[in-house]
């Protein structure tokens, strides 16, 4: 029987599982002459969770990689739970979920960032998402990232112009009046009929890697400037705003109890501000 805990279980293996095979793969891409460095973290209560957090820097592809997963339960504090899908009366939650944040050293590939979460409140549902956020214009990288996400959505029944868009929506900068990359597929809420959403949610795990090696492997033996790196640089600058002002969940974690370094693993190395 598909109950409560077993959907808990079930899901939580998944991520575990995807944060090991994206470390492999990105670690693949470095040639294996980089690894992820493992710290584990709970909550200040035992009994309500935490996490593991993969950490890979100053590679020959990646300036800085955070590879996420985390599963954990409490409550909410009482002026956040208006903000979460049935947390408004109890507070109470359970939630389980893998994010990637990889910042490119070559200043020509972009960023690269993926999460799919499934929380359950007095409600259940999965989300996440996958986006890119490059400095340089590449209209065929751009194709390839947007065509390879419209597939999954279509092999799954999912409305991929509404994700696109939910996206452009999501990853904006208001005070900027701009978006923070090229987009993706962003989509929350997703309540009904877990079966086929948790079918998505782990084929678009699998599809973030293999988009991942494409857009990294077509680029990787680029040459680029200082000046190339300075333009990447304030691009960051755009990111690090986004994630401290308007992320969900960077949001999501501080209120949960949740580790702050891994939290804010997202943030890069190296930005500039003119």
Excluded at 139 to 160: A, M, R
Aim: charged share 30%; with cysteine.
């Amino acid at each position: 029987m598909i109950n409560s805990n077993y959907r808990k279980k079930i899901t939580d293996n998944w991520f575990s599982f995807l944060q090991v095979q994206i470390c492999k793969e990105f670690e693949f891409l470095e040639n294996n002459k980089f690894r992820f460095t493992k710290r584990d973290w709970k909550k200040k209560k035992d009994n309500e969770g935490g996490g593991t957090s993969f950490l890979l820097s100053g590679g020959k592809i990646f300036d800085k990689v955070g590879v996420n997963k985390s599963t954990v339960s409490g409550i909410f504090p009482k002026k956040f739970r208006s903000s979460i899908l049935g947390a408004e009366k109890k507070g109470t939650y359970w939630a389980s979920g893998v994010s990637v944040v990889a910042h490119m050293k070559n200043p020509k590939i972009p960023a690269i960032h993926f999460n799919t979460r499934f929380i359950i409140t007095s409600k259940e549902w999965f989300g996440g998402g996958m986006d890119a956020t490059p400095s340089y214009k590449d209209d065929k990288e751009e194709k390839i990232i947007h065509d390879n996400l419209k597939k999954v959505c279509l092999k799954n029944k999912k409305n991929y112009r509404k994700y696109k868009n939910w996206c452009d929506k999501y990853f904006y900068l208001p005070h900027r009046k701009e978006s923070r990359g090229i987009g993706g597929i962003f989509f929350d809420y997703e309540t009904k009929n877990w079966i086929n959403n948790f079918k998505f949610v782990r084929d678009l795990g699998l599809a973030f890697i293999d988009i991942s090696n494409k857009v990294i492997s077509r680029k990787k033996k680029l040459k680029w400037t200082k000046k190339d790196k300075q333009k990447q640089l304030l691009k960051r600058g755009r990111y690090v705003e986004f994630n401290l002002l308007y992320d969900r969940g960077t949001k999501f974690g501080l209120n949960s109890g949740g580790n702050v370094e891994s939290i804010l693993m997202s943030l890069p190395p190296d930005a500039k501000w003119k």
